[in-house]
């Protein structure tokens, strides 16, 4: 894979930007100069956002949508690289698109061009998975890297990070993953044959269940084929006793009804004739009343007259009462209770006490005008004015008996047509109503028995189904092979995946060597370095072979491991891509810088350095020394705008 151009729109710094990367022969590496801020970083997530896209349609619009075009809503951004690869021509286009300003999200889209020849719009997937094919995200790390890369891994010295990225680069993968997928089986295998374990124990149990079960539905097909026979015999005696009520005429059980219907309207006749005579031994009952109201009146009419004669004769002696208390108050204080006037001669108010004094007591008469307004009461309780008419209750009665007759008549002649007694043809109604009844009954029970056989049924097949699903011996045996089998081969996988690691630890280490070499020289002291076989951690080794301690080497020269790693683990990768650095040199000498430069333009394939003016020292010599330059490039910064953009360096000087 070589890039020839990439072109940039809206994202971060960079509004509308293009970059050629002609090529020239071995003119293989190309610089891209600009100081801290101006976009080195944001060109090389480009890159990587076209290749691979980002996190997500949040980070798209947050992380990414240049700030100018965001605020102006423009609502267009994309990044485009042109690239050779295996003889075709390839245009790949990532853009964002469904731009959501509220809630701050911007999908994803991507379009791919082989030799003129377009995918077909929407097949993101498809698109993605011929990117992977040309160069897979999880290696791109080897090609696309930055300073911070380089130093993270001088820090830590290699590590377990340094194995996995080898399998990573060797396609080991695939091999990790059915070694995973291995152990889960195992697992998977272990929790069933525990399972099997405990399904033997609980066979037995659903045995004595189901054994059960069984014997019940028995019982219970029994009872319900007897239940059923019953019934047959029931109707089928139903039936002849219908069979003999029609042979009483056409349609008996009309008549009969009709004589039923008689009888209740006789029954309602009769019960009107006892409430008629009830009424007519009552009114006999109060005729005395009529008599009576003569005297009644009269009497009425002496004790109003005697009541009122009282409640005048009471107020009277109140009022007499009242007078004697004044006067006998005056006398006893010799002064007039009225006028205050004094009062010498009391004689004569003691001769008008006298003559205020009388024979009767308020409380007597009080008493007997209480007797008198009861005996009042119980005078108008009697009812004078009711009309009572005998006669009349008399003629109903007999009416309702006429009425009576009648219908016996009727009744008769019903049961001349019939030609049989009312009691023979309702003796056999009745029994086959008895019957039709009973077998009413037995109709219910008959469909709670077939209920219940329905849920026996159910539960006799659940249990079964479980008993089946209950494991027996072979399908424990067969259970143990095959957690034994995969056991076995999770073994072998790991072991082959280890074994291929060691193997090739060893080529990559030489590779990584060799580039340490050019990179280094013998001043430094160092012959090489190696990878410790079970902790994969960085170890210098000195001229006279001894292993010195890491953690008292200067950063530079751990960084020029680490970066000789990558180096050598990109030499030996199987995909052939560009390599893009991003500040690789920023902590490294001269003499070590040009090293580098010489090493870059000795080796194979397309390099695209982002550095800086400084970085540039005793790199870009060296790389003119050798030819090796295809273009120069300057990041241009507006610091007012906050834009970036990217231009051909005209002199060839910086």
């Known amino acids: 894979m070589k890039i020839r151009e990439i072109s940039i729109r809206n994202f971060k710094p960079y509004r509308k930007t293009k970059i050629s990367f002609p090529q020239k022969g071995n003119k293989n590496v190309y610089l891209i100069i600009g100081d801290n801020g101006k976009g080195k970083t944001s060109l090389h997530e480009a890159i990587n956002w076209c290749l691979y896209g980002g996190s997500g349609a949040r980070s798209n619009f947050t992380q990414y949508y240049n700030?100018?075009?965001?605020?102006?809503?423009?609502?267009?951004?994309?990044?485009?690289?042109?690239?050779?690869?295996?003889?075709?021509?390839?245009?790949?286009?990532?853009?964002?698109?469904?731009?959501?300003?509220?809630?701050?999200?911007a999908e994803e889209n991507i379009k791919l061009n082989i030799d003129g020849n377009g995918f077909k719009p929407g097949n993101i997937e498809e698109i993605q998975e011929k990117?992977?094919?040309?160069?897979?995200?999880?290696?791109?790390?080897?090609?696309?890297?930055?300073?911070?890369?380089?130093?993270?891994?001088?820090?830590?010295?290699?590590?377990?990070?340094?194995?996995?990225?080898?399998?990573?680069?060797?396609?080991?993968?695939?091999?990790?993953?059915?070694?995973?997928?291995?152990?889960?089986?195992?697992?998977?295998?272990?929790?069933?044959?525990?399972?099997?374990?405990?399904?033997?124990?609980k066979a037995d149990e659903v045995k004595g269940k189901l054994s059960k079960k069984r014997k019940k539905l028995d019982e219970l097909e029994d009872s319900l084929e007897n239940m059923e026979n019953k019934r047959a015999m029931l109707k089928e005696t139903s039936e002849e006793y219908w069979e003999e009520i029609k042979e009483f005429g056409s349609d008996p059980e009309k008549k009969i009804n009709k004589i039923e219907n008689l009888r209740d309207k006789k029954d309602e006749k009769k019960q009107e004739i006892i409430e008629q005579q009830d009424k007519l031994r009552k009114s006999w009952r109060e005729l005395y009343k009529i008599i009576l109201v003569p005297v009644v009146e009269n009497e009425?009419?002496?004790?109003?007259?005697?009541?009122?004669?009282?409640?005048?004769?009471?107020?009277?002696?109140?009022?007499?009462?009242?007078?004697?208390e004044i006067i006998k108050n005056s006398i006893n204080k010799s002064e007039c209770e009225i006028c205050d006037r004094q009062i010498s001669n009391t004689e004569k108010l003691q001769g008008k006490i006298k003559k205020l004094d009388g024979d009767d007591s308020v409380e007597d008469l009080q008493e007997k005008l209480s007797k008198l307004k009861n005996m009042k009461n119980k005078l108008d309780k009697i009812e004078t004015n009711k009309k009572l008419e005998p006669a009349q209750i008399k003629a109903k009665i007999e009416n309702l008996e006429r009425r009576?007759?009648?219908?016996?008549?009727?009744?008769?002649?019903?049961?001349?047509?019939?030609?049989?007694?009312?009691?023979?043809?309702?003796?056999?109604?009745?029994n086959k109503e008895e019957l039709d009844e009973k077998i009413s009954k037995l109709n219910g029970k008959i469909e709670k028995k077939k209920?219940?056989?329905?849920?026996?049924?159910?539960?006799?097949?659940?249990?079964?189904?479980?008993?089946?699903?209950?494991?027996?011996?072979?399908?424990?045996?067969?259970?143990?092979?095959?957690?034994?089998?995969?056991?076995?081969?999770?073994?072998?996988v790991e072991r082959i995946r280890l074994?291929?690691?060691?193997?090739?630890?060893?080529?990559?280490?030489?590779?990584?060597?060799?580039?340490?070499?050019?990179?280094?020289?013998?001043?430094?002291?160092?012959?090489?370095?190696?990878?410790?076989?079970d902790t994969f951690n960085f170890q210098l080794i000195d001229m006279e072979e001894n292993k010195p301690n890491m953690g008292e080497i200067a950063s530079g020269e751990k960084e020029i491991v680490s970066l000789s790693?990558?180096?050598?683990?990109?030499?030996?990768?199987?995909?052939?891509?560009?390599?893009?650095?991003?500040?690789?040199?920023a902590r490294l000498d001269l003499t070590y810088r040009k090293n580098l430069a010489r090493l870059l333009a000795e080796s194979e394939g397309q390099k695209i350095l982002l550095v800086t003016d400084a970085e540039l020292i005793g790199v870009k010599e060296m790389l003119k020394q050798y030819n090796s330059i295809g273009e120069t490039y300057e990041i241009k910064r507006n610091w007012d705008k906050r834009e970036s953009d990217i231009k051909k360096e005209k002199l060839g000087v910086i």
């Open 67 to 105: 700030d100018k075009a965001k605020a102006n809503k423009e609502n267009e951004m994309w990044v485009q690289l042109e690239f050779n690869h295996n003889g075709h021509r390839y245009s790949l286009t990532r853009e964002a698109d469904k731009f959501n300003y509220k809630r701050k999200h």
């Open 300 to 324: 009425m009419k002496n004790i109003n007259e005697e009541i009122k004669e009282l409640d005048e004769k009471i107020t009277k002696i109140i009022y007499y009462n009242s007078k004697k």
């Open 451 to 492: 209920e219940d056989k329905k849920q026996l049924n159910e539960q006799i097949d659940n249990l079964e189904k479980e008993l089946r699903n209950l494991s027996e011996d072979e399908k424990h045996a067969e259970l143990m092979d095959k957690k034994s089998l995969t056991k076995k081969c999770m073994d072998v």
């Open 404 to 430: 009576c007759d009648e219908i016996d008549q009727k009744i008769q002649n019903i049961h001349s047509d019939l030609g049989a007694s009312t009691e023979e043809i309702e003796d056999l109604k009745e």
């Open 565 to 585: 790693f990558i180096l050598g683990l990109n030499k030996y990768a199987p995909y052939l891509a560009p390599i893009v650095m991003d500040t690789p040199v």
């Open 131 to 201: 990117i992977e094919g040309i160069l897979p995200e999880e290696i791109s790390r080897f090609f696309l890297f930055d300073g911070e890369k380089i130093q993270e891994l001088a820090k830590q010295q290699g590590g377990q990070e340094i194995k996995e990225e080898i399998e990573l680069l060797l396609g080991l993968k695939t091999l990790q993953n059915t070694e995973d997928d291995l152990k889960e089986m195992e697992k998977f295998y272990s929790k069933k044959v525990q399972n099997v374990e405990e399904e033997l124990d």
């Open 499 to 533: 074994e291929y690691i060691s193997k090739k630890r060893d080529n990559i280490l030489n590779e990584a060597n060799r580039v340490f070499q050019k990179l280094t020289d013998e001043k430094r002291g160092y012959k090489g370095f190696d990878l410790e076989k």
